[in-house]
């Protein structure tokens, strides 16, 4: 069981590039989410999806799309890097369709240095 | 304006006790959570709290005031590997998690 994979690990890109970060689960969750994390900041959410085919802008969307044809992914698109992006990302999951609380589950994040 | 104020860094030594304090101001409340998040590693889910009080499980505690907009996460029998970042996120009024900055927790021999 994998639970969340995201790939690459890291990538280095030039500035004005287009980029798409892959998330998949296997867990079959519901709501899928990207943050991005920089030093002495949060995590801070860039869009999220609470279901297939239905997507939603977070706090920091600007600069970033997102598409959730089905249950297991989740991409992220850059279309156009700026240096500003170069952060960590990182794609989390969780099931809101019952239960006490929505543990979010952590993908390993990708790396990213826009130059 | 939502906001979740954690100390930037602590330093314990392995064997002791150590509390991360976690205050907060948001619109909407439906729980507050800690993650842990060894360096370069991503969070994971340490502990959830809705109603006041403590919650213990093993040698992670965590304690919860509403009314305060309080909460701690007592680490207990200090050991090594604990030395990590410490998450603290509320659950808002629309079912997104706020975060705070983080707590990186250091423990010395």
């Known amino acids: 069981i994998a639970g969340i994979t995201q790939a690459p690990t890291s990538q280095i890109l030039a500035a004005g590039r287009r980029m798409t970060l892959r998330c998949t689960q296997d867990?079959?969750?519901?709501?899928m989410y990207w943050y991005r994390q920089d030093l002495g900041l949060g995590l801070r959410l860039i869009h999220y999806?609470?279901?297939?085919?239905?997507?939603g802008k977070g706090e920091v969307p600007d600069g970033y799309s997102v598409s959730r044809a089905n249950t297991d992914d989740f991409p992220l698109t850059l279309a156009s890097a700026v240096p500003s992006q170069t952060s960590v990302y990182f794609c989390a999951s969780s099931d809101t369709t019952g239960g006490d609380y929505n543990e979010q589950f952590f993908g390993p994040g990708t790396r990213l240095t826009v130059l | 304006g939502q906001n979740i104020d954690q100390p930037t860094e602590m330093t314990a030594t392995e064997g002791a006790i150590v509390q991360i304090n976690c205050t907060y101001q948001?619109?909407?409340?439906?729980?507050l959570f800690w993650y842990q998040q060894h360096a370069g590693e991503a969070p994971t889910f340490l502990s959830y709290?809705?109603l006041d009080g403590l919650e213990e499980k093993g040698r992670f505690s965590s304690f919860l005031s509403r009314s305060k907009g309080y909460s701690y996460l007592l680490l207990k029998e200090l050991q090594m590997k604990d030395s990590a970042s410490y998450l603290c996120a509320i659950m808002d009024s629309n079912y997104q998690l706020i975060w705070g900055a983080g707590t990186k927790l250091i423990i010395k021999p």
């Open positions: 948001t619109s909407g409340f439906n729980g």
């Open positions: 999806s609470n279901t297939a085919g239905t997507t």
């Open positions: 709290n809705v």
């Open positions: 867990m079959r969750h519901n709501a």
